[in-house]
């Protein structure tokens, strides 16, 4: 319906949300994370390994912290949107440039 408001969806899934929150800031905690998408820790580590799994985001261990590194050229996975990459989605977002 036009002009309704409130709810609690989102037009991001909370992979998108935690990718948007890597691609700000690399160094990033999962505790950080999580007060930002507003999921649990637990969550956000299982978000992580699946874009780590997926190509989407490498992993580094710097000391006690870890450095992500994000892949712009993986695809986005549905259908709808397979023809686009991950970097132009953060671009669009204004994360990338």
């Not at 002009?3 to 990718?19: M, P, S």
């Not at 929150?21 to 649990?40: K, Q």
């Not at 580590?45 to 993986?74: F, K, M």
């Amino acid at each position: 319906m036009p002009g309704r408001t409130g709810g609690t969806w989102t037009f991001l899934t909370n992979h998108a949300h935690v990718l948007v929150c890597i691609a700000e800031n690399p160094d990033i905690r999962g505790r950080e994370i999580a007060e930002e998408v507003g999921i649990s820790e637990r969550a956000v580590q299982g978000i992580i390994s699946d874009l780590v799994e997926a190509g989407y985001v490498v992993r580094e261990r710097d000391g006690r912290r870890n450095h992500y590194t994000i892949n712009p050229e993986g695809g986005l996975r549905h259908p709808l949107e397979e023809d686009h990459t991950v970097g132009e989605l953060l671009t669009m977002l204004g994360r990338l440039s």
